[in-house]
């Protein structure tokens, strides 16, 4: 069986949908992923030996290239359609341009989450129309945790028969971080974003009521100016340390952090954890449904919206090793459960259902 993927996941350089369907595509046994070669500053398409063009290095404005690069690949993903050399095609983001050249193929989608639904300060008028559009034609969707699919089937007039939960999934080998720390101080770990939903603010001044000489630090883009007015406003200007770091490095990080605070207030799964899970790093994390579909019990939760709650859990864990050696060791057991050759395997099972 031939699956044909398109473009719209591989216009961000780095991020969780693009590695979703490398690793699809890397783990499958019975499907042939086939992505064409796409113009891309993606860094992981080389993993899979998809050919990257990059033609525009003179053009220095990122969302010029960008734009750019968006008309060429969709022109080629529609060559790839009209050619009609697949039997399953698997879009990866929400852009419906392609509804009128699959030629009856059936069409399976992903749904990582329904956030700017769920959230109203997000405008999510023109993310609800196309996503509309897609599922009005689609045979098959795959929700990535129960929530999602909850989620799903709470905003849009699907029949619940074509959806199907398939956990995302890691290598579950332990990573070994024997090398030096890469503080000599103890420190809590936050990852990635800081969009709204990410509760950072709030995880802020929960981390100011952190007690003992304990450091945070903040992997990603650098703080904004209201974010660096709050850190000031909280006396927290010698404790945040903020970096952007490569893949080696973040591992380096999980294996010698006290632990991975995750505080959002609605994710649609949690890769973050299963990451954290595999250097050996313990996680605090916010109590909401998908976050204890994947950790159960193997995590300390605290409620996302109670700033007083946050810093209480995050003492008690600081202040209690043998309450943090308890979940990491629970947590190895638990990521057995999230593997990537399950999602392959799984996500195979609903090809071939077609």
């Not at 209480?312 to 990537?340: Q, S, Y």
Request: proline fraction near 6%; charged fraction near 25%; charge should be neutral.
């Amino acid at each position: 069986m031939k699956v044909l993927f398109d473009y719209q996941g591989f216009i961000q350089r780095v991020g969780g949908v693009s590695r979703y369907h490398v690793e699809l595509i890397r783990h499958f046994t019975r499907v042939e992923g086939i992505l064409p070669p796409l113009f891309s500053e993606n860094l992981y398409l080389s993993e899979i030996g998809v050919r990257r063009l990059n033609p525009f290095p003179q053009i220095h404005l990122p969302f010029l290239r960008k734009n750019a690069y968006k008309v060429m690949d969709q022109l080629i993903s529609l060559y790839f359609l009209e050619r009609g050399d697949y039997d399953i095609f698997h879009p990866t983001y929400l852009n419906p341009y392609y509804l009128r050249h699959v030629k009856g193929k059936p069409v399976v989608v992903t749904i990582h989450d329904l956030i700017q639904e769920k959230m109203e300060r997000f405008d999510s008028r023109k993310i609800r129309r196309r996503r509309k559009k897609v599922l009005k034609k689609v045979d098959a969707v795959i929700a990535i945790s129960e929530q999602t699919k909850r989620d799903l089937l709470h905003f849009y007039d699907l029949d619940e028969k074509k959806v199907t939960v398939v956990y995302h999934g890691i290598d579950p080998t332990p990573v070994a971080c024997d090398g030096p720390a890469p503080y000599t101080f103890p420190y809590l770990l936050y990852i990635g974003t800081r969009a709204y939903h990410k509760n950072f603010k709030a995880f802020l001044r929960a981390f100011a009521q952190v007690q003992g000489d304990i450091r945070l630090v903040c992997t990603g883009f650098p703080f904004q100016a209201e974010e660096l007015s709050l850190i000031r406003q909280l006396g927290l200007e010698g404790r945040i340390i903020q970096q952007f770091v490569s893949d080696e490095e973040l591992t380096r990080l999980l294996g010698h952090a006290l632990a991975f605070v995750f505080p959002s207030l609605m994710e649609g799964f949690g890769l973050p954890i299963l990451e954290a899970w595999r250097c050996g790093c313990p996680c605090i994390i916010s109590d909401i449904p998908c976050f204890r579909e994947v950790a159960d019990d193997a995590a300390l939760y605290f409620c996302p919206e109670s700033v007083d709650d946050m810093a209480a859990v995050m003492n008690r864990a600081i202040e209690d090793a043998p309450l943090l050696r308890g979940v990491k060791e629970k947590a190895a057991r638990r990521l057995e459960l999230f593997t990537l050759d399950k999602t392959a395997r799984e996500t195979e099972e609903v090809y071939f259902s077609l």
